[in-house]
Each structure stands twice: as structure tokens, then as C-alpha cells.
């Protein structure tokens, strides 16, 4: 457990205590930091306060950080396939069938303990013992890039991109039915579906904010090969929005038909391409996840 002290200069007078906080600490995320507040782990003058409080000129700031949780996730020497490694970060291309990270029922053969055997101790903890390094994530059935974080000043640069949409991302899909417009735009709130809670779906109520781009790339008799670019990143959007629009994804067996014409394992959905600011660097970066050879099998096939 370590204490930190600080002394409010008269620059930064009125800040609230979180932003403040997050300007001093820039290891440690806003959010985080809200936690500690609440925890009552940040004293002013000897006092808690609130996230609200604003600071004023000799506030004498002390913040107790609690000893990182042991991890009791099992590192498991599982193949990745790396598409770019630096001190910092990692970019891997996620197989079919392979669950991001622990939860009930998915406790080992994840994507976490793959890189807690790959990269040792060199993963961020922003996100948990449970998710440790992961800023973002893809659905278990679903291929492709996916960043990894080293260390924690990556994770908050890169969660700062995420919350403004400003990392790019590309999937591509297959999907149920012709559709007509070679371009197009499903813009619709998502939120948990009203009376099954394990599925999401439009939802114009209680729903947050999702823009799905999408473009034709080749039409089959009964199927249509599309790109779909990510404005928002919200849980299960693209099967949802697809969904929406009597277009559900090929092979999804939440959203999509009962019966699929093809024996395979989920939905037909690849996050192809994944571009950000590298946090370190400071320059744009760009990868690109192959197709998987189930895919390009299905699509030689339509």
C-alpha cells in the first residue's frame, strides 16, 4: 500500500478533485480514481471527500493505492498469432471459438491466459484481475485484431481513443439476404433486449448511442459479403444492427436464423482492420487481420 502526496498550486484552483487527480496521475485512469474516491483512499487536509470536490490553492491531497489484487488467472502456453509487438502494446489476430478473457463457465483456454504466459508480468491492470491488458474486446466467435495493453499510461491513452471513436475499425461479414444499396448507414440506439437480458438489441428507450457504416463488397443469390465500419463500440452491434434491418449475419446463432444452410461455428464476422495513435509514439498505426481460411472457404463456396 503506498500513499502519495500532493500540494494544490494556485494554477490549478476550483479543478474538481477527479480531474485534478487524473492530470497528477497519468498512470492511472479517471475512472480508477473515482473508485479511490469512493473508497475513501483520498483525503484532503485529512478529510474524504467527493469525485465532485473542487480543489483550492494549499489543499494538501493524499492518495492511499491499495496493493494491486493477485492474479489467480493460470498463464496457459497458447499459441498466439501476433501481428505486432512493442514494449507497450500488442496487436493479435483473435482465432474462432476463443473467449477474450475469464468469466463464468470460460476460466482457462482465454485470450488473457495466453498473454499471461506471453507476456510475463507485462500487461495493464486497469481493467481488473480478471481482464488484465484488455481495453477493448471481440465476441467469442468472432476473428480477428484485437489490441492488447502493456502498461497502464497505454490503456488510458488508448481507452481515450475508443471513448472518441477516433481508433478505426473495419469488420467484414456475410449476411442473410441481397442487400440493395451498394452503401449505407443503420444509425440506432443499443441496449440489453427488454425480456431476454443475456441479448442486446435496438433500443430506442434506453439504448446508447451506435452508428454502423456498411458497404457491399460482393452479392450472392442469397447472401451479401459486406464491409462494416465502427463508429461506436457497443456489445454485439454489428449482429444487432444487422439484425435490425432484416439482415441478420450468416452463421449467428443469437441473432440470426434458427437453421444456418452451412455448418459453422457462430457468426460469419472478422475484425479485419484495426488502426490508432500509437500512445508512445504518437504515430498512426494500422494493421490488418487475414480473412480465416473457413472464411474464404464459405465465400469460394457462395
Known amino acids: ?61 493524499s492518495v492511499t493505492v491499495p496493493e494491486p489484487e493477485e492474479v489467480n488467472i493460470q498463464p496457459e502456453d497458447i499459441p498466439l498469432d501476433i501481428l505486432y509487438e512493442d514494449e507497450d502494446l500488442i496487436v493479435v489476430n483473435k482465432p474462432k471459438g476463443m473467449v477474450v478473457h475469464p468469466s463464468a463457465g470460460h476460466f482457462s483456454q482465454t485470450l488473457v491466459n495466453a498473454l499471461m504466459f506471453h507476456c510475463r508480468e507485462e500487461l495493464s491492470g486497469i481493467n481488473g484481475v480478471m481482464r488484465p491488458g484488455i481495453v477493448h474486446r471481440i465476441d467469442m466467435n468472432t476473428t480477428g485484431s484485437l489490441l492488447v495493453c502493456k502498461n497502464d499510461f497505454t490503456h488510458n491513452h488508448i481507452a481515450e481513443q475508443l471513448k472518441e471513436h477516433t481508433i478505426q475499425r473495419k469488420y467484414r461479414a456475410i449476411v442473410h439476404g441481397v442487400l440493395k444499396e451498394d452503401d449505407g448507414i443503420v444509425d440506432a440506439p443499443i441496449g440489453r433486449h427488454q425480456t431476454d437480458r443475456k441479448k442486446m438489441a435496438v433500443n430506442y428507450k434506453n439504448g446508447k448511442p451506435a452508428v454502423t457504416h456498411y458497404h457491399v463488397c460482393q452479392r450472392f443469390s442469397n447472401f451479401t459479403y459486406i464491409e462494416c465500419q465502427l463508429e461506436t463500440g457497443r456489445t454485439h452491434q454489428i449482429r444487432v444492427h444487422m439484425k435490425s434491418i432484416g439482415h441478420p449475419i450468416l452463421g449467428d446463432d443469437v441473432y440470426g436464423p434458427i437453421k444456418c444452410p452451412y455448418h459453422l461455428q457462430g457468426q460469419t464476422l472478422h475484425a479485419m482492420l484495426l488502426g490508432f495513435i500509437h500512445p508512445r509514439k504518437r504515430c498512426y498505426m494500422e494493421f490488418t487481420a487475414p480473412l480465416p481460411e473457413y472464411f474464404i472457404n464459405l465465400l469460394n463456396k457462395l
Do not use: C, P, W
Request: a negative charge; hydrophobic letters at 35%.
Open 1 to 61: 500500500m503506498e500513499t502519495i502526496h500532493f500540494t494544490v498550486s494556485a494554477e490549478d484552483n476550483s479543478l474538481r478533485i477527479d480531474k485534478y487527480l487524473s492530470d497528477n496521475m497519468g498512470e492511472m485512469s479517471r475512472s480508477y480514481l473515482q473508485k479511490l474516491l469512493k473508497s475513501e483512499d483520498v483525503k484532503v487536509n485529512d478529510k474524504t471527500v467527493k469525485a465532485n470536490y473542487k480543489v483550492a490553492s494549499g489543499d494538501v491531497i
